[in-house]
């Protein structure tokens, strides 16, 4: 049989590397086309497979047509995980806009100037981020659900743009894949401000660099069938890795032997709001196509992460008896940093970020100072009817999507605060007219407002004014509980939504 030709963005980052190694070990059945920034790192990085002639190199920018176009010129499947990410992408928000959303743009440029552009496999990255936080008891996520970007998360927007132009870009075989957090060696030595933005009661479903490697390989596969074409899926590796945000703190700080975070940090230096992290009640659906779960005991992954760091890292436990001088003199400095630490933001009085990570200075003021008074929770993880909050997508879900009627459109819609102006349906596929509750008209595929979550995209993020959408949007509403001087706003007060809409 002739070889496959896979073309890959991203392949000097942690996921698109991995997912180059696996596609490496098939190379008797792969070309491999890399796409990389000219740059002496990553040409040092692969500097051994440089003579290998089942890779070909492309040296060049994810925004620049021509390098695109070179590689994805005869090319089987196109794998894109490259662009800006986090933290570089919140300091150069701007960039990230451009970089991002103009390489998806480049890409299906170029799928459609090959011969037979229906031929070609376009596999999109996004990302957990675009759904945003959610803590108990609304944990249990699924495609579909609202998309809700976190303040200040640029890349999230940016992700979210990009991934509207694979689903509309009328190419037949496209996916999006949303990577969460990725489980890697290095890991173990991100000690940043951004730790503390992490709420310690948060959830996530993390997905291991392995399992996400070999899910790059097994997604170019002749056994994934045409049904997995043109969706979204979830990427998690499963049930072990369905873990809070304490439980993470405790097997990372475990594993490097400092004993509890308890004894690290304070509890008020976590934010309570405003990341992003979910257990994907759907995550399995993309391991039945795809089967790329080691399913190895997230201890045990742990541990052997730790033999992959340098030895400086193997001998932290040796600072554990000094734990209360580390707490003091490292732990909360970080916490300290300017401009980015949330004691920082406590102690300047940065109301914009103390009401987005917080909720305000007074709720960061009550949060307890000791871990005694702090409740600690860890959401039932059962998948039970009794266990599970599932949010409701506005239409009938046990339908074949394809048989999907102009009167479901219209329900679904108007559980979004807006209309469905269609006056007939060609597919699911090929966009439509919407209006939305703010009165902005636009036209998108059925399919990229069902299955995968997607709205106005004029009002993206409606800039992060979310107290204002939950009031007019109830499928919004599921997923936000700000209060206004009468109401809560979340899923417990769903119904009475309906009528506050049309008054």
Not at 110 to 128: L, N, W
Not at 215 to 230: K, M, Q, S, T, Y
Not at 248 to 263: A, I, R, Y
């Amino acid at each position: 049989m002739a070889k496959k030709t896979v073309a890959l963005t991203g392949s000097s980052g942690t996921m698109g590397f991995q997912g180059f190694l696996e596609l490496y070990k098939k190379k008797d059945q792969y070309n491999i086309v890399l796409l990389n920034r000219d740059s002496e790192k990553n040409r040092k990085k692969f500097e051994p497979y440089m003579n290998d002639p089942s890779i070909k190199f492309v040296w060049g920018d994810l925004t620049k047509y021509e390098d695109v176009l070179e590689m994805v010129n005869g090319a089987d499947y196109v794998l894109h995980v490259g662009g800006m990410v986090s933290p570089a992408a919140d300091y150069y928000p701007v960039k990230t806009q451009k970089t991002n959303v103009a390489a998806a743009q480049n890409i299906v440029k170029a799928i459609k100037a090959q011969p037979d552009p229906d031929a070609v496999h376009v596999v999109y990255i996004g990302t957990v981020a675009e759904t945003g936080d959610r803590n108990a008891p609304i944990h249990w996520a699924r495609t579909g659900d609202p998309l809700k970007v976190s303040v200040y998360d640029h890349y999230a927007i940016s992700k979210i743009k990009a991934e509207a132009v694979f689903a509309e870009s009328g190419l037949k075989h496209w996916v999006s894949l949303r990577q969460s957090g990725i489980l890697y060696p290095a890991i173990l030595k991100n000690l940043e401000p951004i730790m503390y933005h992490v709420p310690i009661n948060g959830v996530l479903e993390w997905a291991t660099v392995e399992d996400s490697g070999r899910l790059l390989a097994n997604v170019c596969g002749d056994d994934i069938p045409e049904e997995f074409w043109r969706r979204f899926y979830n990427i998690g590796s499963g049930e072990e890795y369905r873990i809070t945000n304490f439980e993470f703190e405790e097997l990372l700080l475990g594993t490097l032997g400092l004993g509890s975070p308890k004894k690290l940090f304070d509890p008020h230096w976590f934010t309570t709001r405003n990341f992003h992290g979910q257990w994907y009640y759907d995550g399995d659906v993309l391991e039945k196509y795809c089967h790329f779960r080691a399913n190895i005991p997230v201890k045990q992954y742990f541990k052997s992460m730790m033999n992959k760091v340098e030895s400086f890292y193997k001998l932290a436990f040796l600072a554990k008896p000094f734990a209360p001088i580390l707490k003091k003199l490292w732990m909360q400095k970080i916490a300290e940093t300017p401009e980015y630490g949330t004691l920082w933001w406590a102690k300047n009085n940065v109301d914009v970020r103390m009401k987005a990570y917080y909720g305000s200075m007074e709720e960061y003021n009550a949060l307890p100072r000791t871990w005694d008074k702090f409740d600690i929770i860890i959401p039932s993880k059962k998948k039970t009817a009794s266990d599970v909050l599932l949010l409701d997508h506005g239409y009938d879900e046990t339908k074949p999507f394809d048989s999907l009627t102009l009167e479901d459109l219209q329900k679904a819609a108007e559980f979004r605060g807006g209309k469905c102006l269609a006056t007939e349906i060609v597919d699911m596929y090929t966009p439509v007219k919407w209006v939305s509750a703010r009165g902005n008209e636009f036209e998108m595929s059925p399919n990229l407002v069902l299955r995968g979550g997607h709205w106005c995209p004029e009002e993206l993020p409606w800039p992060w004014d979310y107290d204002t959408e939950a009031r007019i949007n109830p499928f919004f509403a599921q997923v936000w509980d700000r209060k206004d001087e009468n109401n809560v706003y979340g899923p417990e007060i769903f119904d009475n939504f309906k009528e506050k809409v049309t008054q």
